[in-house]
């Protein structure tokens, strides 16, 4: 059995610390074990420019599944950006989203400081309406300045006079001053440490931290945490040095692109709901100069950040659908109704009222809609024949088409949009909910269901059966029977 290289598993599968190791382990005499971990780490070892009180340089260990998770973020955050920028050509999404961002990010701010709020009160809060605030909620409103500032001022650099600026929106114009007490050191036994910068040092601290913005060659992300970290180790200001730390990471965020995207990120959960977690762990790098255990810890986190944002920009973007289909469900509602109430009735000659009776009612000349149940859709359906046999040298490979051909294959959310204008401007009888799921499921060769539709839609299943039976007699998808159930696979649109 080959033996578990420990230095890579405490440092590649997870990034553990000395204590972690000594609990998993089972043991305090790990001295052997650790230094094992700190050779394998050794080879993945960077020296960041920024050095600690002690003027020991902080360092980077980018072990590979460290250095993907990295990449990974970096691309996730690159994805969202291009969503982000087709979103926000919406003026009206735009606008909920910064009211359900405003809502996410400040109630960070309320539980830090345990204000209690009226619902109302963020709405008001981005339409600027908010009147008559108590003095516990002037941090809230000053925080949502804050942000506001970020916004207005995406493409100014990164300076002092940035962070001086910063802190004039919660310090006023005369306080900005820079922090004159000190802040004591760590209670370790050994080795104790200085736990933030010292007040005469604040200077070049932050010097040092603009250098190292400019300078440094570390992973984008890398450079975000470092930057997030030591600018809450400088802490600057005498209050609210917490809050500006991330929002001038929020600010060296825009100008990588990221622009009003990088506002609307909750990293404030840093504040309040993982605050415990997160001082845990910058301690734990006050203790090593090994930012690794923040910028893994951050890592995840910025996942989990990414991905509420991903869900809320979905969630904005499909509640015209939810609300066509509530509409839809009125109406029908009002139908019944109506379908109940007295009969029908008729003057007769004598200038009596009679009830009309069911055979009297003739089905008018023209009907707007409707498709007879025999006829079959004339599209051509290609096939693809595969020899599996084992003397076959030949290549398969798969080839996603998409039924529209004037469009590309590998279909963007942009792409999606296109396709779903093009097919509500071609084909009035197509529900919005309709086009919006074949807009998103139009590849050929694959099965959808409807489970499928009434998850992406968020409808009730007899409203998803009724809206794929619509699509597949309208010619879109062909019904298949697999076992208990109905599948549908898309139609070559030669005529759409």
Not at 79 to 99: E, G, I
Not at 283 to 305: G, R, W
Not at 439 to 454: D, E, L, N, V
């Amino acid at each position: 059995m080959r033996r578990v290289n420990r230095g890579e598993y405490f440092s590649n599968d997870k990034y553990a610390t000395k204590n972690q190791v000594t609990r998993e382990l089972g043991t305090a005499l790990i001295s052997d074990i650790w230094n094992e971990i700190l050779t394998y780490r050794a080879q993945f070892k960077t020296l960041l420019t920024l050095r600690t009180v002690e003027k020991n340089r902080l360092s980077v260990v980018l072990t590979p599944k460290i250095s993907d998770k990295i990449a990974q973020i970096e691309r996730s955050l690159t994805r969202l950006m291009r969503d982000f920028a087709l979103f926000s050509q919406d003026h009206n999404q735009l606008t909920q989203l910064r009211v359900t961002q405003a809502e996410a990010i400040v109630s960070q701010i309320a539980d830090k400081y345990q204000i209690q709020v009226e619902p109302r009160f963020y709405a008001q809060l981005v339409s600027g309406h908010v009147s008559a605030i108590s003095a516990q909620e002037i941090i809230l409103v000053n925080y949502h300045r804050a942000l506001t500032h970020l916004l207005k001022n995406t493409n100014i650099p990164l300076d002092v006079n940035y962070v001086e600026a910063l802190s004039a929106l919660f310090n006023g114009n005369d306080q900005h001053l820079y922090r004159k007490t000190e802040t004591g050191v760590s209670k370790a036994t050994i080795n104790p440490i200085q736990l933030f910068v010292p007040v005469n040092q604040i200077h070049d601290s932050l010097d040092d931290l603009l250098a190292f913005i400019q300078s440094s060659s570390a992973p984008m992300f890398v450079k975000f945490v470092a930057v997030y970290y030591y600018f809450d180790y400088i802490k600057p200001f005498e209050y609210y040095s917490e809050e500006l730390a991330v929002l001038f990471a929020k600010g060296f965020l825009q100008t990588h692109d990221l622009q009003e995207l990088a506002v609307f990120l909750n990293l404030e959960t840093v504040l309040a709901k993982n605050y415990a977690q997160i001082q845990e762990v910058m301690y734990e790098v006050k203790m090593t100069n090994d930012l690794t255990y923040l910028v893994d810890y951050m890592t995840d986190l910025c996942a989990l950040i990414i991905e509420e944002l991903n869900e809320s920009i979905f969630q904005i973007k499909r509640r015209p659908i939810i609300e066509e289909q509530y509409s839809l469900k009125e109406e029908k509602a009002v139908e019944d109704l109506l379908k109940e109430e007295a009969p029908l009735e008729i003057t007769v000659a004598n200038g009596e009222s009679a009830p009309l009776k069911p055979e009297e009612l003739k089905e008018p000349d023209f009907v707007p809609f409707k498709v007879a149940e025999d006829v079959n859709p004339t599209y051509k359906v290609e096939e693809q024949v595969k020899d599996f046999s084992p003397d076959a040298r030949q290549k398969i490979e798969t080839k996603l088409e998409i039924a529209i051909e004037s469009l590309p294959v590998g279909l963007t959310e942009h792409d999606a949009q296109k396709i779903e204008r093009h097919l509500m401007e071609m084909d009035p009888s197509l529900s919005r909910a309709e086009a919006y799921f074949y807009a998103r499921h139009c590849t050929m060769g694959k099965y959808y269901t409807i489970s499928q539709f009434k998850n992406e839609i968020g409808c009730a299943y007899e409203t998803a059966r009724t809206s794929m039976e619509h699509l597949a007699a309208s010619g879109y998808y062909r019904k298949e029977k697999f076992k208990n159930k109905f599948i549908y696979t898309p139609i070559r649109l030669k005529n759409k």
